[in-house]
């Protein structure tokens, strides 16, 4: 006898649809899954066998072949467990659903029935929206999850001993969607804790403001990663759209459990990282830490240690905040707009040309610097030398508050989605967008004086009037003029890099 179900694979944070076919027939026991499935897949043959036993139902003792339609596209993880195994109790007559081919199934399965969660159950719940089926069954501990989705009936199911009811038209009780948790801002480390250092205090408020990348310079120990660290603090709440779009991603890796976060993502590998867990890649197409880092801050502490090919990986995502991951099976195109934060020590030994204590040779310098090439640099807003702080400061006052920086950093971006739209700032800005600012023609002169002396490039142009955008909009101010321009060009100062 033959029955189909309808499920679905993940494929990087999206999902494609899935048919499943089970033809039980007469002929030695076996049981063969075919349709190129991977590894956990094919193991789907061991869980639903003692599943289905240890439920009650009965195993048919009869040759078993489950196809998974299409057969050209791969298909991984455990997560089409239930519907093979719902499949099977009807092609052996053991589940009467005749409404089957209505709804999509994703789940685990446990050696006791226990349908355990799976990752990409919110990209699933809208896959299933979009190809039209009336509802979706999850796992129970992803009702919540796959109720973002909106637009579908979501049935979650505790356990595969529960299907026969379900059939049957006893509805369990509809999930509420995760709820926005309180403003993680306040749980973040503050930036009071940065005592002193005025200048990275307002090249971090200017980076936050306006979303733009910032590369810090400066001995060990000066407070590069200490700033980084509490830069989320300062940045404003997830909108509800940008939510959902970290939720997209937290869910499609597994992440999404206690609820959405209200906080930005903040994401800091360590430098012996590769190219394909910075960039994303695999077999499916996996996020990689810029995908994870989406809506919030990427930091690379120690940024010469990393190797130049994976530093050199961030340029195009840098600027389209996308990234193409191409392999045999087609192209997967990953979102990734991100703050990057760096930081990097003037030389090998850390203490700089300035510093007598110094021993590092011209070429170990030279050498240690090139790991950022001149393109990536380009691609970077703000430009900052971090200066040991004095003794008097690292023991007196604290700082400003989180709090009353991010009430300006507020108020300038809702100045810039006010001029471009809902969820942009003025680090997305397209050049078209940058060129047509107001600016004073003293400001402009100013920046054509420095384009022409130390010939910058049209994207280091571009950057440079984004930045004082930012500026101004910090100010309060509709127009670029002088001050605001001549600050956005000290920021960009490359002297020290």
């Not at 087609?330 to 203490?351: D, E, I, K, T, W």
């Not at 510093?355 to 090439?373: F, G, N």
Request: aromatic share 2%.
């Amino acid at each position: 006898m033959l029955a189909t179900a309808r499920t679905f694979t993940l494929d990087g944070i999206s999902a494609r649809p899935v048919r499943v076919e089970v033809d039980v027939h007469r002929g030695l026991p076996g049981f063969a899954i075919v349709g190129l499935a991977d590894t956990a897949v094919r193991e789907a043959r061991e869980r639903v066998r003692a599943a289905l036993v240890n439920c009650g139902f009965e195993f048919p003792l009869q040759r078993i072949v489950v196809n998974l339609a299409p057969a050209g596209s791969r298909k991984a993880g455990p997560g089409m467990d239930l519907a093979i195994a719902a499949a099977l109790l009807s092609a052996s007559d053991q589940l009467r659903w005749p409404e089957m081919e209505r709804v999509a199934l994703a789940g685990e399965l446990a050696l006791d029935g226990q349908v355990r969660p799976v990752a990409g159950a919110l990209a699933i719940a809208e896959a299933a929206r979009e190809s039209g089926v009336e509802g979706v069954v999850v796992p129970a501990d992803n009702g919540a999850e796959a109720a973002l989705a909106g637009g579908i009936e979501v049935l979650p199911l505790a356990s595969v001993a529960e299907l026969p009811a379900l059939a049957r038209g006893d509805r369990p009780e509809a999930p509420s969607p995760l709820r926005l948790r309180a403003d993680l801002a306040a749980e973040a480390p503050d930036l009071a804790d940065l005592r002193g250092q005025p200048h990275l205090r307002h090249a971090l408020e200017v980076a936050a403001a306006g979303g733009h990348s910032l590369l810090m310079v400066g001995p060990p120990g000066a407070g590069k990663s200490l700033a980084a660290s509490r830069l989320p603090s300062i940045l404003p709440p997830l909108g509800e759209a940008e939510a959902l779009e970290v939720a997209r991603i937290a869910s499609a890796t597994g992440r999404l459990t206690a609820g959405l976060p209200a906080g930005r993502p903040f994401r800091a590998p360590h430098h012996t990282i590769s190219a394909a867990g910075l960039i994303g890649g695999g077999t499916p197409p996996r996020p990689g830490e810029i995908t994870l880092a989406h809506r919030g801050v990427l930091f690379l502490d120690e940024l010469c240690e990393f190797r130049r090919d994976v530093l050199e990986a961030l340029r195009s995502p840098l600027e389209t905040g996308e990234v193409a991951i191409a392999r045999v099976g087609g192209r997967r195109l990953l979102p990734c707009r991100f703050m990057l934060v760096a930081a990097s020590n003037p030389c090998p030994c850390g203490r700089g040309e300035d510093d007598p204590a110094c021993t590092c040779l011209a070429a170990q310098v030279q050498r240690y610097q090139a790991k950022l090439s001149g393109a990536l640099a380009d691609r970077i807003d703000l430009l900052t030398a971090v200066a040991q702080p004095a003794a008097e400061e690292i023991g007196g006052a604290p700082g400003e508050p989180s709090a009353v920086v991010r009430e300006r950093v507020a108020a300038a971006r809702e100045r810039q989605e006010a001029r471009l739209g809902p969820g942009r700032c003025n680090a997305e800005m397209t050049p078209a967008e940058a060129r047509e600012c107001e600016v004073d023609p003293a400001a402009a002169a100013l920046l054509a004086d420095l384009y022409a002396r130390r010939r910058l490039s049209g994207r280091a142009h571009d950057r440079a009037l984004r930045l004082a955008r930012t500026v101004a909009d910090l100010a309060g101010v509709a127009r670029i003029g002088e001050e605001e321009m001549a600050q956005a060009l000290q920021l960009r100062r490359r002297d020290h890099v």
